[in-house]
């Protein structure tokens, strides 16, 4: 069992706990321990970036000093959160002056960042990490005949790291293929899902929702999976007010990868948070009733 | 005295500051503005607005929406053959619009933005009920009710939060603001 820090960020804590849950569930069947990093604080989301760097860097600093007084890795399973987390992480270890600045910050906590964890994505921790062959062997409910689309977003592969493929990865296909379900060609996968600009560009955010589900709609997918809450908010939440925007008639379930992944696994579709949609996930029904049967 | 820095000069040192190349290397191919999801809805495409700052353009850049209007999805960053942060650049021209209180009338984003760090600086932790009034007010009737609608689903399954959430060291963690900002407290 290797244990991590998990950061689950504000948003796990109400409107995507079917993630947090999932993800816990899902994750120590496959030999992974979470323990919640201690008084962690937001992110900062984009909104801090957009008033200082500096402050901002503060902020995501807290979190990482207080995981590497644990000795533990931490991983964020929302993509907003891991790219804050992961870049501050980066330029604190190569700008010894900012990691100062920061530092005198972090003394009014009683913290300090050294640079010595890292940071991951949750989708990157079981899809690459932990990896497809592992999950196949403990596949016990395979998803056979269920038809996903793999929807990367934006932040867990951009901005690049280092020289990976930010154009067409797949580990996600293949997180998928391990679970026995059929990885749709989804050519929007990695397109933006507006992110905050619902809140604040709303009929541009609609649009670009709009357009994302129509692809799904179009390859045949009978579900999104997604691997990020505000991506899972704006595809499945704002699912009605775009069909009264637009007069469409989407009906397209969007579920977190960890509540396939928990299925496949053969965990009980309750202990996932499966029944929180607005959007009701009929297409996996078939599944989660083996699952039940079974227990 | 020294001259005053050009605004594409003063743009470009924001953007080595996030690790950037600066902006007077684009080459105006305009793949940033291809690849943008959000290009049809701004004022300037990202390659005008490049084309813009270089020609020292301040007034109209900072009055149109183009960078509020940046989800920054990194798209653009990824692909530019020059290695120009656009999404990074975004970024800049928010904080300089921000700094300077020089942007475009009604837009909700530096009101949001500026309404979600006070959130943050007062419990450590973001709470959506506190932060709907500083869009939802600016919303048109339908819009407001639609999103009251979608408020309303999210309840009655239990994903809204009653209580705002607060981090334990609330008090260390203002004074640790404070040593970034030294602007006094905001709750």
Known sequence: MKTYALFPGCSLEKIALSYAQSAVESARLLGVEFKELADWNCCGATAYFHV?????????????????????????????????????????????????????????????????????????????E???????????????????????????????????????????????????????????????????????????????????????????????????????????????????????????????????????????????????????ATPVAPYADRVERAA | MQAKLPFSQEISNLLYAAHGNPVQTCIQCGTCSATCPVADFMDYTPRRLIGMIRADMKDEVLDSNTFWFCASCYHCTVRCPKGIDIAGLMYGLKRYSMWHGHYQEGLIGPVFSEAFVKTIMGSGRSYEPVLAPSYMLSFNLREFLQEAQTATSLMLKGRLPVLPPRIRHLEEFKRMVERVIPLGRTS
């Open chain 1, 52 to 128: 200082d760097e500096l402050l901002a860097y503060t902020l995501s600093a807290r979190n990482l000093a207080q995981a590497e007084r644990e000795n533990l890795d931490v991983v964020a399973p929302c993509a907003a959160c891991y790219k804050n987390m992961y870049f501050t992480n980066e330029y604190l270890k190569s700008d010894p002056d900012l990691a100062e600045h920061v530092n005198f910050a972090l003394e009014e906590d009683g913290l300090h960042f050294s640079g010595k964890i890292a940071v991951r994505h949750l989708l990157e921790l079981l899809a690459r």
């Open chain 1, 130 to 280: 932990v990896g497809p062959e592992q999950v196949r062997q403990r596949v016990t409910n395979p998803l056979e005949g269920l038809r996903v689309a793999p929807y990367y977003g934006c932040q867990i592969i951009r901005p690049r790291k280092a020289n990976e493929d930010v154009e067409q990865p797949q580990f996600f296909e293949e997180l998928l293929l391990a679970m026995g379900a059929v990885a749709v060609d989804y050519p929007y996968k990695l397109r933006c899902c507006s992110g905050s600009l619902l809140i604040t560009s709303r009929h541009a955010a609609l649009s670009l929702v709009r357009d994302l589900l129509q692809c799904a709609v179009d390859r045949q997918a009978a579900v999104i999976a997604t691997a990020c809450p505000l991506c899972q908010v704006n595809l499945e939440c704002y699912q009605q007010q775009v069909n009264q925007e637009f007069g469409t008639d989407f009906s397209m379930p969007v579920m977190y990868f960890t509540q396939l992944l928990g299925l496949a696994l053969g965990i009980p579709p309750k202990r996932l948070g499966i029944g929180s949609e607005l959007v009701e």
